[in-house]
């Protein structure tokens, strides 16, 4: 059958260590050229199409009667976050920013927003490797879960109460996944934290050079 | 070997060698996604572009690849088959991606993909490969949403939930609620009761093949084919 047609009708070269190592080291070659020029010709489309996400996500957590800046453009960064500061006539009134943990496999990225009385708005996340069909209902179109998170607070006597039910909080876990709730609920928490250490930071508004070259750039 | 009809390459890769059903390959992304019946339809359709694009490249570098490194040739070129298609469809087809996207790093694990190139493909002129590869494909979905579907039913009472996140808003007539006020059966979701879902199928499968090998029997009388002649 076959073993016995190759031996026959193959060159005696196809023999050689040194073709075996060159076909795998060519087919290498062309697997990294191929990967190389995917890469370079859809690593701009992806990052647009990933700022599109994160903007529209944006625009669920902070509604649009909280501001009258341009979101996506209107940000800083504090303690190596990237904030995304709301206004309405130069009065902050929320905060957005994205925090990250790893879940069950993979870090889940979410973005939340808190308001200026340290409200939650909304989380959303933004992009995860969770189980398809258990750990995927935290994506709002898939489930409601995500809005369980809407108008909490943080404060000192209610740290217990920032965990999924099987740890004794007020979140639901999920059918099938603990893990990946019990990951969400612990960085929407941190963010939380976050928010009250640097609340004064957050809310003030001080126009940086970044949004002066902005301006700059928009009326030129 | 040399010459195998289409019709036989359909066949094989719809019932008879099947391949889950009759190979038993594949079985890590099977239990892994088929909650569902929609996530296994979407796993079968991000398996079946992998399975054409790989058979055609293998079929195309059949001549130059030797038996000794295939495997690791094989591996290369299917895990960057997989690469290219996550990165153009996250750039081309964001939307879809964001359904799909989850289950396209699984499909590196799926050694069915490896198995008909390296059985079937790497022997066979470039329209048959990319046949086979389809019509495995075909058959993998086809294994996938009914294993999905069976899990789906028992376990939540639904069937194609969410297939409009998937396929568009013009699917939506797809999302059944089979069993209304269902509590859930929370071990047919979870990884055992796809192991048991499967094995009722596999029984189902197997007693199906049994009645038609007796019709045969009773139609016609099997005659034994003769040899084919030893290639040289």
Redesign the interface.
């Known amino acids: ?6 031996t ?1 009708t ?1 060159p005696s070269y ?2 050689r260590i040194g ?2 190592g060159m ?2 080291g060519g ?2 070659l062309l ?1 990294s050229a ?2 190389v020029m ?2 370079t ?2 690593k701009h ?2 990052a647009q ?1 990933h700022a599109e996400d994160v903007q529209q996500m944006l625009s669920e957590v902070v509604p649009p009667t909280l501001h009258d800046n341009d979101l996506l453009h209107d940000k800083f960064e504090l303690d190596g976050k990237e904030i995304y500061q709301a206004r309405l006539e130069n009065e902050v009134s929320a905060v957005a920013f994205q925090v990250a943990e790893p879940g069950y496999s993979g870090i889940i990225t979410m973005i939340m927003a808190v308001n200026k009385d340290s409200k939650l708005l909304g989380v959303r996340v933004v992009s995860h ?6 750990g ?1 209902k935290m994506e709002a ?2 489930s409601d879960w995500v809005y369980s998170f809407e108008g909490k607070q943080l404060s000192d006597d209610n740290h217990k109460q920032w965990a999924v039910k099987k740890d004794g909080g007020q979140f639901d876990q999920f ?2 996944a603990t893990i990946t709730p019990r990951a969400i609920v612990k960085a929407v928490k941190a963010g939380m934290q976050f928010f009250a250490n640097h609340k004064q930071r957050l809310l003030s508004y001080e126009p940086g050079p970044e949004s002066a070259i902005s301006e700059v750039k928009e009326n030129g | 070997m040399a010459d195998v009809k289409m019709k036989t390459i359909m066949r094989d890769g719809i019932w008879n060698n099947n391949v889950v059903f009759a190979q038993m390959l594949a079985l890590c992304p099977l239990l892994a996604v088929t909650s569902t019946a929609t996530n296994g339809l979407g796993m079968g359709i991000a398996s079946l572009a992998v399975m054409i694009a790989s058979s055609l490249v293998v079929s195309i570098m059949r001549d130059f690849i030797t038996k000794e490194v295939r495997l690791p040739v094989f591996v290369l070129l299917i895990a960057t088959i997989v690469t290219l298609v996550d990165m153009s469809m996250n750039a081309w087809l964001h939307e879809m991606h964001k359904v799909l996207g989850l289950f396209i790093p699984l499909i590196v694990t799926n050694c069915a993909i490896l198995g008909r190139v390296e059985s079937f493909a790497s022997h066979q002129p470039v329209g048959k490969a990319v046949a086979d590869g389809f019509f495995m494909g075909i058959g993998f979905t086809v294994a996938l949403v009914a294993v999905g579907a069976t899990r789906e039913m028992l376990g939540s009472g639904t069937l194609f939930a969410n297939a409009a996140l998937l396929l568009g808003d013009a699917f939506a007539f797809m999302e059944l609620t089979v069993i209304p006020e269902y509590g859930g059966f929370l071990l047919m979701i979870l990884p055992p009761g796809a192991f048991i879902a499967l094995g009722f199928i596999l029984a189902g499968k197997r007693v199906i093949d049994a009645r038609i090998s007796r019709d045969e029997d009773n139609d016609l009388p099997i005659i034994p084919t003769p040899a084919e002649g030893h290639s040289h």
Do not use: F, W
């Open positions: 059958m076959s073993l016995s047609k190759t026959v193959t196809r023999q073709y075996h076909l795998v087919t290498a697997a191929l990967l995917g890469n010709s859809t489309v992806i199409r490797t969770e189980t398809p069909g258990l995927d179109a898939r059918t099938g």
